[in-house]
C-alpha cells in the first residue's frame, strides 16, 4: 500500500533537511582535516570508515543486502562521486565553506547541460534561461573583472559537474537499490582507487585526528545515505529547494569554528544560483 502523497512528501523534506545539515557538517570537519592532510587522502578516509558503518547491516541481514545487479552503473557513479568529492574537498582548504557550498548549487544546471548534448533530451528555451542565470550567479560570486578568478574556485565548480553526474546515477539507482546498498558500493569502488593515489602523499594520521575524521566521514556517510532516502521518498523537484539549507547551515557552522565570514556576493550569487536550479526541478516535474 502507497503512502499518501501528503507523508511522502514530509518525509522526503526530513531526510532532505538532514542531508543539509550533514553536508554542512562534512564541509566543516573536512576544511579542518585539509590544513593537515591532502583532499586524496580525506577522500580515503570517508571510503574506509564508510565501509565499516555498514558492517550493522551485513551483520543482520547477510551479504544478500547487498545483492544488486547494476555493478556498471555503481561503477560510473563512483567514478563521478570520486572526481567530484576530491575536487570539493580541494576547495574546501582553498576557498570559504560557504563560496564551496554555493558553486555546489551549480549541480542542476550541469544536469541540464549533460541532458541535452549527452543524452539527447530536448530542453526547452525557459530551461536553457534559467541554466544561463544560474552560470550568471557564479559570476556573481567569482566577480571576474573585480578580483582575480581563483584555480579553487574553478575547481569548486568542476567538482560540481561531476556531481552533477553521480546524482543523477544516485536517482536512477534508487528505483532498484536502497540508500545502503548505494552508499556501500560506492566507498568499496572508492577505496582502492583512493588508497592506491594516497600513497603518493601520505601523511601518517595520529590519534588526535580521529574524532575529526570520524565526524566527518559519519557526516558523509549521513549525506548520501539521507539523500537517497529523500529522493526515494518525493520527487526531487519537490524536495531539492530544502537542499538550500546547506549555504547557512554551513556557514554558521564555518563562522563559528574558523571565524569565516560570508561575504555579500555570496549570498547574492548562490540565491540566484539556487532559484534557476530549483526553477529547472520545478519545470520538469511540471512536464514529465
Not at 543486502?65 to 567530484?84: D, V
Request: net charge positive; hydrophobic share 60%; aromatic share 16%.
Amino acid at each position: 500500500m502507497n503512502s499518501p502523497p501528503t507523508k511522502s512528501f514530509a518525509r522526503g523534506v526530513f531526510w532532505m533537511v538532514l542531508t543539509a545539515m550533514s553536508f554542512a557538517v562534512l564541509s566543516v570537519a573536512v576544511r579542518g582535516l585539509t590544513v593537515k592532510f591532502p583532499a586524496v587522502e580525506i577522500v580515503l578516509m570517508r571510503a574506509v570508515i564508510g565501509l565499516f558503518m555498514i558492517i550493522p547491516l551485513i551483520g543482520k541481514f547477510g551479504f544478500r543486502a547487498l545483492q544488486t545487479r547494476r555493478i556498471p552503473l555503481h561503477l560510473i557513479r563512483t567514478g563521478f562521486a570520486f572526481i567530484g568529492m576530491l575536487g570539493f574537498f580541494y576547495a574546501l582548504a582553498h576557498v570559504t565553506v560557504a563560496d564551496a557550498t554555493a558553486f555546489s548549487f551549480l549541480i542542476p544546471l550541469f544536469t541540464t547541460i549533460a541532458a541535452a548534448l549527452i543524452l539527447g533530451e530536448v530542453v526547452d528555451a525557459p530551461r536553457w534561461l534559467a541554466t544561463s542565470i544560474g552560470f550568471a550567479g557564479a559570476l556573481v560570486i567569482i566577480r571576474p573583472g573585480f578580483q582575480d578568478i581563483s584555480f579553487p574556485a574553478m575547481v569548486a565548480i568542476a567538482s560540481a559537474a561531476f556531481y552533477a553526474g553521480a546524482w543523477t546515477s544516485v536517482k536512477i539507482l534508487t528505483r532498484t537499490d536502497s540508500a545502503a546498498i548505494i552508499v556501500f558500493y560506492m566507498n568499496m569502488f572508492m577505496l582502492p582507487v583512493a588508497l592506491v593515489i594516497s600513497l603518493f602523499f601520505w601523511v601518517t594520521p595520529s590519534w588526535e585526528d580521529v574524532p575529526l575524521m570520524l565526524i566527518m566521514a559519519l557526516a558523509g556517510w549521513s549525506a548520501h545515505f539521507c539523500q537517497a532516502r529523500s529522493f526515494a521518498a518525493a520527487d526531487a523537484s519537490a524536495v531539492v529547494p530544502f537542499d538550500f539549507l546547506r549555504l547557512p547551515f554551513g556557514a554558521l557552522l564555518a563562522w563559528i569554528i574558523f571565524s569565516q565570514p560570508t561575504e555579500f556576493w555570496t549570498w547574492i550569487g548562490a540565491g540566484i544560483i539556487f532559484a534557476s536550479g530549483w526553477f529547472i526541478s520545478w519545470r520538469e516535474s511540471r512536464t514529465s
